[in-house]
């Protein structure tokens, strides 16, 4: 089974510190995403990247950046943590061709930025 | 600009019951893809069904089903003979092949014993 695995379950930070995210697939997926989950809002992509070091921005990118130094391994950065990125974050991956699309998730990190 | 609605924030079903879960999506696109994903409580989310837009054949997967109006841009989730274990989040969302996969706000389901 494909599995996507993300470090931190729950986090709490507070207000300016630096914070990363970490996701690991183990699929040789070449695609990696990740989705910011808020009620009422559904999920919206921050970045997504389709290879090693390359990345493309999503609809809400302003305040993270990502890196992808190995194929298996996504990370997402919040530069300086504000109150307004308290959010669920979920990582997820593909394959590049896929022509089922299917997305695989990670079972999400909930972060908190007092 | 592509965007997809679901109209029902929460929905309740009788254990056994049937239930449908709504979606309406707009799009320019003449061929895409359109997924329900499944989040039940804590864990993570997976893929329920999924409709290719050249296909006129609706998609079933055993008690999920799905009513594909092309035209009108409805995509519908039915779920007969609800469990308990079908209690969670549903999205649905679309992607016209750039990555950029949209989803819906999602639609809380409970199902009642």
């Known amino acids: 089974d494909v599995k996507v695995t993300q470090s931190s379950r729950y986090l709490v930070k507070r207000t300016g510190e630096k914070v990363f995210l970490e996701c690991v697939q183990d699929?040789?997926?070449?695609?990696m995403f990740w989705y910011r989950q808020d009620p009422g809002l559904g999920l919206r992509l921050i970045y997504f990247s389709y290879d090693v070091k390359m990345k493309e921005k999503g609809d809400i990118p302003e305040g993270y950046s990502v890196s992808r130094e190995k194929k298996e391994r996504f990370s997402l950065i919040l530069e300086s943590a504000s109150t307004n990125q308290t959010s669920m974050y979920l990582c997820?991956?593909?394959?590049?061709?896929?022509?089922?699309?299917?997305?695989?998730f990670g079972e999400g990190s909930r972060l908190t930025v007092l | 600009a592509q965007t997809v609605t679901q109209s029902q924030p929460e929905m309740s079903v009788q254990e056994a019951e049937t239930v449908t879960l709504s979606c309406t999506y707009d799009?320019?696109?003449?061929?895409?893809?359109l997924f329900w994903y499944k989040q039940p409580p804590s864990r993570q989310m997976i893929l329920v069904i999924r409709?290719?837009?050249?296909?006129?054949q609706n998609a079933t997967e055993n008690r999920f089903s799905v009513n594909f109006q092309k035209a009108a841009k409805s995509f519908s989730l039915k779920i007969s003979d609800s469990q308990l274990g079908d209690a969670a989040m549903y999205f649905c969302a679309h992607d016209s092949g750039t990555y950029k996969y949209i989803f819906g706000t999602g639609t809380r389901l409970k199902v009642l014993a």
């Open positions: 799009t320019s696109e003449s061929d895409y893809y």
């Open positions: 409709q290719e837009a050249y296909k006129q």
């Open positions: 997820a991956s593909s394959y590049m061709s896929s022509n089922t699309g299917e997305l695989f």
């Open positions: 699929m040789d997926h070449e695609n």
